[in-house]
């Protein structure tokens, strides 16, 4: 998990996992945002500058007064205002233009620092382990320190200079143009990724609102498992057993891969329970509530014994992505260079244009390699599959190594977080890191001790360190909190060398949170490693590859069912709560039936449409994907490439276009091609 590693894009750009919820909030309308300049206006512009500045770059100018032409309300001033603006402060000469870049880089840097800083201070009682938590604790921590800003340098024109002289280009652009760009030039663009939009701040607050909704929805979407009936009328279900949809749904379903006796048909019964969700034949009542019980199979309703009528949820679910929708679609008129929620979701946030991941994902799910997993999921079942071994769990590995023993490792090592971080310039010595880069990065990296699981929050100035957070018992660091302390520095290490390395401020980070979790995962794959251990299970890699590769499979289907669905709202922008849901259901089917129903040989099925990101994260589950392709990627080129001094180039490459980094940092562009390989070989040694 990463805090804030991307504060600086996610403040700007309105991406999904910045903040879901949606209320009912009336008619779908598109506010138009008021187009204030005329294009005679930009006309005169354009020509006021080039007269001003005879023999500069006509396109670049044309591109900058556009760019801030759409971004100009009326209350900035008149069109006349807007000419005078623009001739006043084009910057034309190249060397004054790098001069106030390097400007705005340090004001920024300054800006995001400081704020980066104030909000784990306003955070930290709230996150560290540091005495009781008051009530204004929590007020603070969801206090937002730099949410005016953008509307400051609205009002005092900094936006518009900017727009004029550093315009936006669009992801599509910038993988045209990118390659050819020098850092300083990637330096410009990502300054113009600054001011790309303008939303209205009663839009930006209905939409909080509609995503808190959507986010409350789903947190009170519990299951009473101890009330569920079977045909024999039987409650396999422990009594107080209450889950929440989908997670704790599915993770039942992959808890009870290990139960003999009633495992099968505990899963089949959770999987009526997802498929009723989906379809919304689900009674009202059972949401949430223990007072009655409830036969998913026959959808039958009793309280106190007797069988009672019970309304279906009917369309709840889909109203609240509706809701999602025509909040998200009110935005577009306020974000001219991306003006759907897809657009801003793929090309901004991710910086994939969206049909380039439906083709990686499609290639990915119909790739042969899925036929041959699944052959080996058959043979270690011991049965045909069934449609929820989607969630087929039985690819971990038993250790060589008992979890006493290396609990008692880490618990010696790491009693407390000062140990840790006295040792984190040792564990990058050992990962291959000179002595002297290794007391660097050790000295930029806090240890905390966290109240949860842990996180890492990256710094936003080079002034300020990373923190771990890590959560460490009385009894010191046992190994499940060690493998994942290790994956959080793996975060820290990043985001310390893509801060601190890069050639310009302006392009600090990476392109997308995948590329920090691959890091992550190269590091949680060392942590025994780290240890003096090994492994001697020679199974282990193999099993643990065919795990990570299913649940890819997994991911990417429900992924596909979410990216067809936002495809189809804006396609029908009136439809009904009652017209997506049965969208949903045949573009869930749909997806089974292409890839799922030649390995599963079942048709129909729904169960693609259960994720509750659909609700809150609209948008946010392809996300999940890349990581491990990036990953794989990675450990490919590690085998044939020092992993050091690799990591240290590739990290400080910044915030390039993901595919324009994977082909600088591993010579080729973000592709299934490492983890299908791997799958390949996993394969030949598990038959
Ligand atoms: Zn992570």
Redesign the pocket.
């Known amino acids: 998990?990463?805090k804030n590693y991307i504060v600086i894009l996610a403040c700007f750009v309105m991406t999904a996992a910045c903040q879901p919820t949606v209320r009912k909030i009336g008619t779908p309308v598109a506010e138009p945002a008021e187009a204030t300049v005329s294009d005679a206006a930009v006309a005169d512009a354009i020509k006021a500058i080039g007269t001003e500045t005879p023999g500069s770059n006509a396109d670049l100018i044309e591109k900058g007064v556009r760019h801030a032409a759409s971004l100009w309300r009326t209350s900035d001033g008149t069109p006349e205002d807007f000419v005078k603006f623009c001739s006043e402060n084009y910057i034309a000469d190249p060397a004054k233009k790098e001069a106030s870049f390097i400007r705005f880089s340090e004001y920024l840097e300054s800006l995001y620092g400081h704020f980066n800083k104030l909000s784990l201070d306003m955070q930290e009682n709230v996150q560290l382990q540091k005495g009781d938590v008051l009530p204004i604790d929590p007020m603070f921590a969801a206090y937002n320190p730099g949410a005016h800003l953008m509307n400051d340098f609205y009002d005092n024109k900094i936006a518009f200079i900017i727009a004029l002289n550093f315009p936006y280009y669009s992801t599509e652009e910038k993988n045209i143009s990118g390659p050819n760009w020098t850092p300083l030039e990637w330096g410009y663009a990502r300054l113009g990724d600054v001011f790309s939009s303008r939303v209205p701040s009663d839009l930006v607050q209905r939409q909080s609102k509609v995503m808190a909704e959507g986010d409350a929805y789903i947190a009170d979407y519990n299951i009473y498992m101890g009330n569920l009936l079977n045909d024999s009328n039987e409650k396999l279900f422990p009594e107080n057993m209450v889950l929440l949809s989908h997670w704790n749904l599915r993770d039942e379903i992959k808890a009870n891969y290990a139960n003999k006796e009633t495992g099968f048909r505990k899963q089949a019964l959770i999987y009526k329970v997802m498929e009723r969700i989906v379809d919304q034949s689900i009674p009202k009542m059972v949401i949430n509530s223990g007072n009655q019980d409830w036969n998913p199979l026959t959808n039958e309703v009793f309280v106190s014994g007797t069988k009672t009528e019970a309304e279906a949820e009917t369309d709840g679910r889909y109203q609240q992505i509706l809701n999602n929708f025509h909040v998200f679609q009110a935005l577009d008129a306020y974000n001219p260079a991306m003006p759907t929620a897809i657009q801003r979701a793929f090309s901004a946030g991710m910086q994939i244009p969206q049909p380039e991941v439906q083709k990686l994902f499609n290639e990915f799910l119909s790739s042969p390699q899925v036929q041959d997993v699944a052959a080996i999921i058959k043979k270690r079942l011991g049965r045909e599959l069934s449609p929820w071994d989607i969630w087929y769990d039985g690819f971990k590995a038993r250790s060589s190594i008992s979890e006493e023993k290396l609990n008692a490792i880490t618990e010696k090592k790491y009693p407390n977080a000062q140990a840790l971080e006295a040792d984190l310039g040792n564990l990058l010595l050992k990962l291959g890191f000179t002595k002297e880069k290794a007391n660097f990065l050790a000295s930029r990296i806090a240890v905390d001790p966290a109240r949860g699981s842990g996180h890492a929050w990256g710094a936003s100035m080079k002034a300020e360190k990373a923190h771990l957070r890590t959560r460490i018992p009385a009894t010191g660091m046992n190994y499940k909190g060690y493998n994942i302390a290790i994956?959080e520095f793996g975060?820290n290490v990043e985001q310390t060398i893509s801060l601190n390395d890069v050639p310009y401020y302006m392009i600090n980070g990476v392109p997308n949170t995948a590329f920090t979790?691959a890091l992550?995962f190269v590091f949680q794959e060392r942590d025994l490693f780290l240890l003096n251990m090994k492994d001697s299970n020679p199974e282990k890699e193999y099993l643990k590859t065919l795990d990570i590769f299913w649940s890819l499979y997994e991911i990417m289907g429900v992924s596909m069912v979410d990216m067809k669905m936002w495809q189809w709202l804006y396609a029908n922008p009136a439809a009904t709560a009652t017209e997506l849901r049965d969208a949903v259901t045949e573009i869930s089917k749909d997806v089974w039936n292409t890839y799922y129903a030649p390995v599963f040989g079942q048709k129909d099925q729904t169960v693609l449409g259960i994720y509750s990101h659909m609700i809150n994260s609209p948008m946010y589950l392809p996300n999940y994907a890349f990581g491990h392709l990036i990953h794989f990627q990675l450990e490919e080129h590690f085998k044939t490439h020092e992993f050091a001094p690799e990591v240290l180039r590739m990290y400080a490459l910044g915030q390039l276009t993901p595919n324009e980094w994977m082909k600088q940092a591993v010579g080729a562009p973000l592709s299934n091609e490492a983890i299908l390989k791997a799958a390949e070989t996993a394969v030949a040694k598990l038959k």
């Open positions: 998990m990463i994956h975060h979790e992550a």
